[in-house]
């Protein structure tokens, strides 16, 4: 059983078009984030959730919106996508205290590419 | 912002040799974590380190944080194919600990060769 699950695990796309990427994890975790890995390979996040609730965005464009139907659940929509959004967006998961020691559980990612 | 730098970029080493990775910070380091990332996989936590002159051993993988708390050394002992893929390092965004999410280098490719 896959504990944090990102579905489409690739997704091709045009300039304009608007997509979501939907993760879900089985651990009973509180917290979940969304990464961005871009070409560069930088590892940077983008949105943290506590409980439901939007702790952190870290100067994301307002394209990308985060939503938590509920605890395990957080996905991701993308407005107006453009090119620059290509890359591999993880999803991860972890209880507040666990991450508090930087343990997180990562998806396997989603890569994202916009022609 | 707290920027982590990793050296080497890549790294061939022959199997059965040691190695070691580096990772700089340009602040004080509150919290250093090192992850691993098979190609193609998502991230893997390996072990983190919080006091300065603090050394972690996981299997043959052992990492250590310097007493000034800037810098993050790992060091794989007889190297296995099974070692091979991407180390990271992250740090927590704030100083508070990494439940706000952390902030990683470009992390080092690590070939392992027969």
């Known amino acids: 059983d896959t504990a944090v699950s990102q579905t489409p695990k690739y997704l091709v796309t045009q300039m304009g078009n608007d997509k979501s990427i939907k993760c879900e994890q089985n651990?009973?975790?509180?917290?979940m984030y969304w990464y961005k890995q871009d070409s560069k390979k930088f590892l940077k996040i983008m949105f943290s959730?506590?409980?439901?609730?939007?702790?952190i965005n870290e100067t994301v464009p307002n394209r990308f919106s985060p939503k938590s139907p509920d605890k395990a659940h957080l996905n991701l929509h993308i407005n107006s996508l453009e090119l620059g959004d290509s890359a591999v967006y993880f999803c991860?998961?972890?209880?507040?205290?666990?991450?508090?020691?930087?343990?997180?559980?990562f998806g396997e990612g989603s890569r994202l590419t916009v022609l | 912002s707290q920027e982590l730098e990793q050296s080497p970029q890549s790294l061939i080493v022959q199997e059965g040799k040691n190695l070691t990775i580096n990772c700089t910070s340009s602040?004080?380091?509150?919290?250093l974590y090192w992850y691993k990332q098979k190609y193609g996989e998502g991230l893997i936590f390996l072990m983190m380190?919080?006091?300065?002159?603090e050394e972690k051993s996981h299997e043959k993988i052992t990492a250590k944080l310097d007493e000034k708390k800037q810098q993050s050394s790992l060091h794989i002992t007889a190297s296995q194919p099974s070692h091979a893929g991407i180390y990271l390092c992250?740090?927590?965004?704030?100083?508070?600990?990494?439940?706000?999410?952390?902030?990683f280098g470009k992390g080092t490719h690590l070939i392992i060769q027969p």
């Open positions: 991860a998961s972890s209880t507040w205290k666990q991450a508090n020691t930087g343990e997180l559980f």
């Open positions: 380190l919080q006091k300065g002159g």
């Open positions: 651990l009973g975790h509180d917290t």
């Open positions: 959730y506590n409980n439901k609730e939007l702790i």
């Open positions: 602040k004080t380091l509150y919290g």
């Open positions: 992250g740090a927590p965004v704030v100083s508070g600990g990494g439940a706000d999410g952390l902030t």
